[in-house]
C-alpha cells in the first residue's frame, strides 16, 4: 500500500502532457482549492481530477473489482473515497469553478481521451 502514490501518477502524467501538448499552461494540485485537483486552469477556472478506477469505484471493469481479502475494510474505504470527491466537486463548482474528472481507463485510448479533454477545455 505504502507504493500507492496520490500525486504524479501515470495516468496523471498522461494528462498532464496532452494538455500541455494542446496549449494550456496549468497549476498541479492547488491545496488552497477543495479536494487539491491535479491539473487546475487558474485563467480559464477550471479544474481536473485524474481518479484511479479501482480506488474511486469508477463503473469499468476496473472500477467493480473486489478485493477477496478483508472486503468490508476496502469497501468503506473506497466508498468514503467516493463520498469525499462528491464533496469536493460540488464545493468547486459553488466557488464558480468546472470540474472534470478523468478516469483511468480514459488514458488508455488516447483519441477518445483527447475528444474528452478538448470539449471540457474548449467550454
Not at 26 to 50: M, N, T
Not at 63 to 81: C, H, I, Q, S
Request: charge should be positive.
Amino acid at each position: 500500500m505504502s507504493r500507492i502514490r496520490s500525486k504524479n501518477t501515470g495516468p496523471e502524467i498522461i494528462v498532464r502532457g496532452m494538455v500541455h501538448h494542446m496549449g494550456y499552461r496549468f497549476r498541479l494540485h492547488r491545496r488552497e482549492l477543495p479536494g487539491s485537483p491535479d491539473i487546475v486552469l487558474p485563467r480559464h477556472r477550471k479544474a481536473i481530477f485524474v481518479h484511479g478506477c479501482f480506488w474511486h469505484m469508477h463503473r469499468c471493469r476496473y472500477g467493480r473489482v473486489r478485493p477477496a481479502t478483508n472486503p468490508e475494510f476496502w469497501e468503506k474505504k473506497r466508498r468514503g473515497n467516493v463520498d469525499r470527491d462528491r464533496r469536493n466537486i460540488k464545493a468547486l463548482r459553488a466557488m464558480g469553478w468546472k470540474v472534470l474528472v478523468v478516469w483511468e481507463c480514459w488514458t488508455r485510448d488516447m483519441p477518445e481521451l483527447e475528444r474528452h479533454l478538448r470539449d471540457f477545455l474548449a467550454e
